[in-house]
């Protein structure tokens, strides 16, 4: 018997969660719906266009999950991601710096909006909302202004490199794609093997323990706000290297689409529980059930509606799971 019980805890181990599970799930459910809808689903340059179509949005996603995994948000992701882009670009264009370099300047510029958004969180004990509401306006406003609204053209091949595709078979993949699927690997890695990534699951389970253990919750969240500043930094890059442009007007909706993916990915709101692999799943599940409605003839205002509803049930899910907890 106690054998049994043994043999069943260790299968258990082995076993996704049921958080983990529902993702999975549903991803496949729409997958199976979509296929029956369209016979031009399942073929693999459209999967290929799918990776393509959520790139931009699932690095911002990673950015946006170590922040909801302390408890926080931000609304300013995508405003920061568009900032970044008319930096690289404007650098790059205007200046003549080097494309490397502007690349860097990019990065920089989105990570000062992750370290002010989480000064202010730390510092000023300013609830996240609030904060990152406030940097989102800012860094809409500085965008427009440094590029007087117009789109920066004329950019360096080598800014365009993740735009360009490699053959599989007969479909063709973009460079992006790839970086973006290495991104998830990683921080996937980071949260389940290092230090670091498990003080970021502490600090957003219960930050005052996290305290008394030792763990500076502070430099966490700051670290945290940063890092998120630095995908912000590289999907602006992919933004650039797949639109060929850089765009001020981009990034409108990637603050929501990003917290939805996290949401449907099984990522808590309440802080301390969540997967990176499960964010990737909640992309899937977006760009699939635009994808899929697109081909379908739907219209973009029913895809925006269907998105809604989902987001609200994983909510309600979640806070379902955080009562019972």
């Known amino acids: 018997m106690q054998s049994s019980i043994k043999q069943s805890s260790q299968l258990k181990q082995y076993l996704p969660s049921l958080s983990a599970l529902g993702p999975i799930l549903a991803l496949l459910a729409a997958g199976m719906f979509f296929?029956?809808?369209?016979?031009?689903?399942?073929s693999?340059?459209?999967?290929?266009?799918?990776?393509?179509?959520?790139?931009?949005v699932g690095v911002i996603a990673i950015g946006q999950t170590l922040i909801i995994l302390t408890a926080g948000i931000d609304l300013s992701c995508g405003m920061a991601m568009a900032l970044g882009s008319v930096v690289i670009t404007k650098f790059a264009v205007d200046m003549g710096m080097n494309p490397f370099l502007a690349i860097l300047c990019g990065m920089a510029a989105c990570m000062l909006i992750g370290y002010?958004?989480?000064?202010?969180?730390?510092?000023?004990?300013?609830?996240?909302?609030i904060v990152t509401l406030g940097t989102m306006n800012i860094a809409f406003a500085i965008t427009q202004l440094y590029s007087q609204a117009q789109t920066v053209t004329g950019i360096p091949e080598m800014m365009t490199f993740f735009g360009s595709t490699f053959?599989?078979?007969?479909?063709?993949?973009?460079?992006?794609?790839?970086?973006?699927?290495?991104?998830?690997?990683?921080?996937?890695?980071?949260?389940?093997?290092?230090?670091?990534?498990?003080?970021?699951?502490?600090?957003?389970?219960?930050?005052?323990?996290?305290?008394?253990?030792?763990i500076a919750t502070n430099k966490v969240l700051i670290g945290v706000y940063?890092?998120?500043?630095?995908?912000?930094?590289?999907a602006s890059l992919l933004s650039v290297a797949r639109m060929g442009v850089g765009d001020p007007q981009g990034g409108q909706t990637d603050n929501l689409d990003s917290i939805t993916a996290v949401v449907l990915g099984g990522t808590s709101l309440f802080g301390g529980r969540?997967?990176?692999?499960?964010?990737?799943?909640?992309?899937?599940?977006?760009?699939?059930?635009?994808?899929?409605?697109?081909?379908?003839?739907v219209?973009?205002?029913?895809?925006?509606?269907?998105?809604?509803?989902?987001?609200?049930?994983?909510?309600?899910?979640d806070q379902l799971t955080h009562k019972k907890g």
């Open 35 to 42: 296929s029956f809808q369209s016979d031009r689903f399942l």
């Open 44 to 56: 693999g340059q459209n999967f290929s266009l799918i990776l393509q179509q959520v790139m931009v």
């Open 116 to 129: 002010l958004n989480g000064a202010l969180v730390t510092m000023v004990k300013l609830p996240p909302f």
């Open 167 to 214: 053959q599989i078979g007969q479909t063709s993949f973009t460079y992006g794609t790839v970086l973006m699927l290495a991104l998830y690997v990683l921080t996937w890695l980071f949260l389940r093997d290092t230090a670091p990534g498990r003080h970021i699951y502490a600090v957003g389970n219960n930050p005052e323990a996290a305290r008394l253990t030792g």
């Open 226 to 234: 940063m890092a998120a500043g630095m995908f912000y930094g590289i």
């Open 274 to 297: 969540g997967s990176i692999m499960g964010t990737l799943i909640g992309v899937l599940i977006v760009g699939v059930f635009r994808n899929g409605l697109t081909l379908m003839g």
């Open 299 to 317: 219209s973009s205002v029913y895809q925006i509606l269907v998105t809604g509803i989902l987001v609200i049930l994983a909510v309600a899910a």
